[in-house]
């Protein structure tokens, strides 16, 4: 058996049988020269060497499948990983009622089965609130940790690959829980969810959130006006006007560390405005602020590593041990590319806001609509439509033999837009090609720019 990790949290367990099973199935649907080579049947019994070949076969296999546009957005491949899921833990199909938060701390409650995916559990939510069809693509679930605060730190947005009841029940921990929030970024985009009463509720709910939590930042006398308008229940002027403030619509993560503008920093980083923001606090204790513009992007990576320990052999995977690297290669000056890493257990989260920027800005760049990104139901599922530079990255796999634990793993334990990993590099030629999650978004600058 192999385990399949996603997002750097165990998602399934899956046998050779049921990969050659699914293997034939795509194969079927999209013929034999659409699907990548499969590793054979061995007759024999492996060796040890034979079965981490066989591993790493199998990962490039999945790898090459996940980053296929067709095959790795196909319903064939994502029914695979749902089920998958729900077989690993163990959860029967049946009726159940899920909870889900809004940024005012209200819980909609849903009831849905145990099997449904992503875009049933976020139709149910919308279904529940009266949110119009048209306004569903402009919002997401999220999984979040609740902090000591009050506040939360995002995990990850689910994707269509797994089961939101299954993923948030199998951690175990009431800390965790599904949230939903707008998810497009230049606040233009606005108009169309204030145009309807649900939607304006919704924005006007993480609006006040954002505020009380200091993500967006506001002066004693914008705070009297919120104020006024507040207790008038002018929720569209307050958005207004919030629209107008540092740090609207952008998503703070928690303190981490970088090595820019000298290794070992510790940084707030922020995204929105397709941009990541730094709040730095250098050695010497003073603070600078800074941003990277995602059009300055030349390309990103997510890597994971698990330092050798004495540990344990059996300690549970996710914790602390586990090092996210989010590394992006940017453009400093005309002829300057350096590489910027911050270490966060938010990588995954991170490098997802970045796609989404960049899927945006082709999207607009197009001349599309983000109301065209999302299309409706194909066959049972909720397709978004092509946006040109949509990669996806695998789940990777790895052996659950208890004696593979103490040894590092390098390959990254991510999928949704993840990349196979390596130990930490500040070079881009210790990776292949494969590893990097291009920016289809890049622009060159002039002098003029700087």
């Not at 034979?50 to 591993?55: A, G, P, S, T």
């Not at 067709?70 to 959860?91: D, H, P, V, Y």
């Not at 698990?306 to 586990?322: C, D, L, W």
């Amino acid at each position: 058996a192999y385990n399949i990790h996603v997002n750097g949290v165990l998602h399934c367990r899956v046998r050779y049988s049921q990969l050659l099973g699914l293997h034939e199935q795509l194969r079927k649907e999209y013929g034999a020269n659409v699907v990548p080579a499969f590793p054979p049947k061995k007759i024999f019994t492996l060796t040890p060497a034979e079965v981490e070949q066989r591993r790493e076969q199998l990962e490039k296999y999945m790898q090459a499948v996940r980053q296929d546009p067709m095959l790795g957005g196909s319903e064939t491949f994502n029914s695979f990983l749902r089920k998958a899921q729900q077989e690993t833990q163990q959860i029967p199909t049946e009726e159940v009622v899920l909870e889900v938060l809004l940024s005012n701390g209200q819980k909609v409650k849903v009831t849905i089965l145990t099997s449904d995916q992503t875009e049933d559990v976020l139709e149910a939510v919308a279904s529940k609130l009266d949110l119009p069809d048209d306004l569903v693509g402009y919002f997401s679930l999220f999984l979040v940790r609740e902090t000591k605060d009050g506040a939360f730190s995002f995990v990850r947005k689910l994707q269509e690959f797994e089961l939101p009841y299954v993923s948030v029940t199998s951690l175990h921990n009431p800390e965790f829980q599904i949230i939903l929030r707008k998810s497009y970024w230049d606040s233009a985009y606005d108009d169309d969810v204030m145009e309807h009463r649900v939607g304006l509720n919704l924005l006007y709910a993480q609006t006040v959130s954002d505020i009380e939590h200091g993500w967006i930042l506001v002066n004693k006398e914008q705070h009297r006006q919120l104020k006024s308008l507040q207790e008038k229940v002018s929720k569209k002027e307050f958005i207004r006007l919030a629209q107008t403030l540092k740090y609207y619509g952008y998503l703070k993560f928690d303190p981490c560390v970088t090595d820019f503008p000298e290794k070992g920093c510790h940084v707030v980083v922020s995204a929105g405005n397709n941009e990541l923001n730094f709040q730095v606090r250098l050695p010497n204790e003073q603070i600078k602020e800074g941003s990277f513009k995602v059009t300055r992007m030349r390309c990103w990576r997510v890597t994971s590593s698990v330092p050798m320990s004495n540990g344990p052999s059996g300690s549970s995977p996710g914790k602390s041990e586990v090092k996210l690297e989010l590394a992006f290669e940017y453009l400093m000056s005309k002829d300057r590319l350096q590489w910027v890493t911050i270490t966060s257990p938010q990588a995954i989260m991170l490098s997802i806001c970045l796609q989404s920027m960049v899927d945006e800005l082709m999207v607009k760049k197009s001349g599309g609509s983000i109301r065209k990104m999302f299309r409706r139901r194909v066959n049972g599922a909720l397709r978004r439509s092509d946006s040109q530079q949509a990669v996806k990255s695998p789940p990777l796999l790895d052996s659950p033999d208890a004696s593979w634990e103490p040894m590092a793993k390098l390959s990254s334990k991510l999928t949704s837009v993840s990349l196979r990993g390596i130990s930490h590099s500040s070079s881009a030629n210790d990776v292949g090609a494969n590893d990097f999650h291009g920016n289809y978004a890049f622009e060159g600058i002039g002098d003029e720019d700087l």
